[in-house]
């Protein structure tokens, strides 16, 4: 920065100190140089502007719409090449033979009659031969388009100047856009000028020319001003921001204005993330064939399921570029994600995340909150319970985990009552235990305190602690799981760390978990189940709900469970959806694949699927109705040279042996992917994806190119 404020726009340099210059200097002194050596002319907008500008046109749920052009429903007939020139050539051939014949006089003058009926004698015999030229070479040329418009039907040369013509090379050819007329212009900003925030207009429309605006700060502007339609935000202090900061107005709390790097390809005005292309394949509708395929909130508000074994690209593909996306919302004030994985499972670098909280990684800035942010101990117990022994509970839909979190209630609330606080892993695992010590201290402050009806909680969980079958004993295993010399540091509640809450779901943040999966398994998933079980219940007590929120989690082996199915199918209604990653759907029980299933609306089945998974697949794809054609072909034997002559030139044509066919035409159901297409027939790098929107439209199950 220059004295005066200003910064210097040959970069960080530092200036040289000046000196007297003389009269022979000023003579030899070279010119100044407009920037510092080495730094590249700043860049203008117009691959910003092109970009913003792209047609983005309405499609079917999952079509990648940057640029998209629309294609009709139903394929239409496409005839073989082969077939369609040879017929192309014998048409013309045909032509070119009635027209010699009726030149020469073969066919008799019968064609030229029409021209003598119709037209006087003085026409056809004056002296003038310029004019009697002109109409009888104009009546040959009449009768000469008339038979190239028949034979052309008949060849259809048509269809031939279609596929191999000028409009072939047209569409092969990259389109140029028209820039759009000013009022429709996105780049002039002209909802703003609607409203009276011209100036605001002007400011933005002049930092997208000159290149200091990205799509990020495009996404973020858009989204203040939503807030200020809304009525959350004021016009003067939106309209003040932008005249200050220009393009860097109403930044994300982390200042950053996009992600170190990108692997995807994002389109922030859509709120889409290119995930591959559609194959080409039958199976596909063809309005959807050759397709490039995204998802966006829009579908992910339903969450997703990604079934495939170790190695088929669920992280590289899929995982990862959702979590990027969601980051770049984030950064633009649309979301907040919350990533979920083990140490080292390729998430993204840490900079592209405000909060990484790194469990049983002593350096981990960030510590997570046990009992999520809550000071109600009923809440904070049965999000605990579902933590620690949820996948113990009945997997039946039905089943739940209420006594667990009874027990934790009667621990908890007394606890809280004396202290404070909830107690730490190392306290909690002593009162579970029924350690003395611990709990004659407790029921003492409790009867000083004079707190009659939590010492009534306290007396009844000493009272069950005798008793066998005692679920106690069964949460103090599963909490020393937690309490390991690894953890030591974590997990605090006295106030000395600092813990991440999923409470902050209502501000755009981005977090990442790692999980220490590598030496702690067992604890890694009561940790992920914790943030499943936290990341539910907040969302469902969010005061902003136009924040869309979603959970990554990179594998869920071992956290579905009633009640997490329970959680899932309540986020659509929040805002929120989950994004969730499995090798088998083995590691589901078998009575929460159904309800697991039916509550997604985003399925995904990897290739390397086994027979058994993707028979839950085709289950809940169910079945369509198609037109089966059963053809019978009979190969027609010609007796005649004359009829072998035919034959012949129709086996030149067609490339085929002249057969008589019998088409029976039936409607038949059959299901839509098999459970033997799904665990042989989709190629490596590709699966098949179904989808369903928030407004509850559904695209058909679609095989998917991930690496297009």
Not at 104 to 116: A, R, T
Not at 471 to 487: H, T
Request: glycine share 10%; proline share 8%; net charge neutral.
């Amino acid at each position: 920065m220059d004295s005066d404020g200003t910064q210097d726009a040959r970069g960080t340099h530092a200036r040289p100190v000046p000196r007297p210059a003389g009269p022979a200097d000023a003579a030899a002194t070279p010119p100044r140089p407009t920037r510092a050596p080495g730094v590249p002319p700043m860049p203008d907008g117009s691959a910003f502007l092109a970009w913003l500008r792209a047609p983005r046109p309405e499609a079917a749920p999952g079509v990648w719409r940057f640029g998209y052009r629309p294609r009709p429903e139903q394929e239409p007939e496409r005839i073989p090449a082969r077939q369609l020139l040879s017929g192309a050539v014998i048409a013309f051939l045909v032509g070119w033979l009635v027209w010699s014949l009726l030149w020469n006089g073969y066919l008799g003058g019968w064609w030229v009659l029409p021209l003598e009926l119709f037209t006087p004698d003085s026409w056809r015999h004056s002296d003038d031969r310029v004019g009697n030229a002109f109409l009888w070479y104009g009546y040959y040329t009449l009768i000469a388009l008339a038979i190239m418009i028949v034979v052309g039907r008949l060849g259809r040369w048509g269809e031939v100047w279609r596929r191999y013509g000028l409009p072939a090379w047209r569409r092969a050819a990259p389109v140029h856009e028209r820039p759009p007329a000013p009022e429709e212009d996105p780049a002039q900003w002209n909802h703003l000028r609607a409203a009276g925030a011209a100036e605001a207009a002007d400011r933005l429309a002049a930092e997208a020319g000159r290149g200091l605006m990205r799509d990020v700060d495009h996404a973020r502007i858009a989204r203040a001003w939503q807030g200020v339609r809304s009525g959350r935000h004021s016009l003067a202090t939106f309209t003040t921001a932008v005249l200050t900061d220009g393009a860097a107005a109403c930044l994300h709390p982390s200042g950053d204005r996009d992600l170190p790097g990108r692997l995807a390809r994002h389109d922030l005005v859509t709120g889409q993330v290119r995930l591959g292309a559609t194959a080409d394949d039958p199976r596909n509708p063809y309005a959807y064939r050759d397709t490039g395929l995204a998802l966006g909130p829009d579908l992910l508000g339903t969450s997703l399921l990604a079934v495939g074994p170790a190695g088929s690209g669920k992280t590289a593909s899929v995982v990862w570029p959702l979590a990027e996306s969601l980051c770049l919302h984030a950064l633009a004030g649309r979301a907040a994600v919350v990533v979920v994985g083990g140490a080292g499972a390729g998430l993204g670098p840490v900079d592209a995340y405000d909060v990484v909280v790194r469990i049983g990684n002593p350096e981990s800035v960030y510590d997570l909150d046990l009992y999520g942010g809550t000071t109600d101990p009923d809440e904070a117990a049965a999000v605990l319970a579902e933590a620690l022994v949820g996948d113990l509970a009945d997997p039946h839909p039905g089943g739940d985990s209420r006594r667990p979190t009874t027990v934790l209630a009667q621990l908890l609330g007394p606890y809280r009552a004396v202290h404070g606080r909830f107690p730490s892993v190392p306290e909690l695992r002593q009162l579970l235990d029924g350690t003395p010590g611990p709990l004659g201290a407790l029921r003492k402050a409790l009867q000083d305190g004079g707190q009659e009806s939590l010492l009534r909680e306290l007396d009844a969980r000493e009272r069950q602690m005798g008793h066998p079958g005692d679920v106690g004993s069964v949460l103090a295993d599963r909490v020393a799981l937690l309490d390991r010399p690894a953890f030591a540091g974590f997990f605090d509640t006295s106030g000395q760390s600092r813990p991440f809450s999923l409470r902050a779901l209502d501000h755009p943040v981005r977090v990442r978990v790692d999980l220490p999966a590598r030496g702690h398994a067992d604890a890694s998933r009561i940790l992920a189940r914790l943030v499943l079980a936290q990341f539910t219940a907040s969302v469902a007590v969010r005061e902003d709900r136009s924040l869309f929120a979603c959970l990554v989690l990179d594998d869920a082996t071992g956290l579905i469970t009633p009640e997490a199915v329970r959680g899932i199918q309540r986020l659509r209604s929040g805002n929120a959806g989950a994004v969730l990653t499995l090798r088998t759907l083995d590691d589901v029980p078998r009575p929460l694949r159904g309800p697991l299933l039916g509550s997604l609306g985003c399925r995904m089945a990897l290739s390397g699927l086994t027979p058994w998974d993707g028979q839950d697949f085709a289950e809940v794809w169910g079945k369509e109705w198609i037109e089966a054609r059963d053809v019978t072909d009979r190969q027609i034997i010609a007796e005649t040279p004359a009829g072998k002559a035919v034959h012949m030139l129709r086996r030149v044509i067609t490339g085929h042996a002249p057969t008589a066919r019998a088409v029976t035409v039936r409607q038949v159901e059959r299901e839509r992917w098999s459970a033997s297409e799904l665990a042989h027939g989709v190629p490596p790098g590709h699966a098949v994806l179904s989808l369903t929107t928030v407004r509850g439209e559904h695209a058909p199950p679609l095989l998917v190119d991930l690496r297009g």
